[in-house]
Structure formats: structure tokens, C-alpha cells
């Protein structure tokens, strides 16, 4: 089961090897890290998303983020009402005529063309991960040639 999880930090050197450290310790690959400053820029927001079956090893890895002196707190969205969001950018094949069928793809997405460059754009969307699944599937039939995500990003 995927899990995500917040924690707030003090934006110090070292403390993402830290919280990084605390899930490969324990076998845990991250499936997901978004990292960045808070309204206050010596509080850092990190969203984490981690693959656990075993909930107990979970509840053990809420514990030690909790002991990390730089930890100010750990929430585990898993099981609370939350909204998340991920953005990607997608480089796809492209022509002119590619246009009007794009654009009936982003009127079911939240998405637009960023740039377009000869037989090339480049397609920014932001959704859940059902959506980005579901736009991928769709943006496919266009021939996707790179794509980048942020990670998944979460808030009570």
C-alpha cells in the first residue's frame, strides 16, 4: 500500500539524507519526494511517498522521523481526508493538425501546450495520480518521447 506522508523540517544542511536515510535503513524505497520551503523559509515541507506493506514498520518510521532533532512534525495522509497533486511535463510528437485532438484531450485534463518546436511540444499538466495516469494513456496515441514528474504533493 502506498502511504504519504508530510513532514515539516528545519531547513538545514543534511536533514533530507537524514529522513531519506531512516526509510533505506529499513528497506523502504521512496516512491515519490517532493521537498521544498515553507511561507517561512527556515521550515522546509516534505511529501514523501513510500510503498509499505507492513504498517508496523511504517509506524516505526513515523517514530524515528518524530526522534530527528530537525523534525517538527510527521503527518501520514494514508488515512486522512487530503488533496494531492503532482505535476508533469511531457515532450510528445507534434504537428498543426495535432492541435484541435490536444486540445479535446485537455478539456478532460487540467493541461495546456507549452511550447512547440517543429514535429515537438512540450504539455504541462497538474491531477492526481488517476489523472496524470489517465492523460498518459491519452497523450500515448501522440507518441511520448520524455517525461518528467515532480512527485506527489499533499495537504489536509
Sequence with gaps: MKHTISVLVENKFGVLARVAGLFSARGYNIASLAVSETLNPCVSYMTIVVDAKDEKVLEQ??????KLIDVITVTDYT???HVDR???????NYS????????AVFNKFVGKIVQHKGDTAI?????DERQVKALLDELNKFGI?????TGKLAIE
Design 123 to 127: 504539455v504541462e499538466a497538474v491531477g
Design 79 to 81: 488515512r486522512k481526508e
Design 86 to 92: 503532482e505535476l508533469v511535463l511531457i515532450k510528445i
Design 96 to 103: 498543426p493538425k495535432d492541435k484541435p485532438k490536444l486540445e
Design 145 to 149: 518521447k520524455e517525461l518528467v514528474r
Design 61 to 66: 518510521i513515523n517514530k524515528q522521523l518524530n
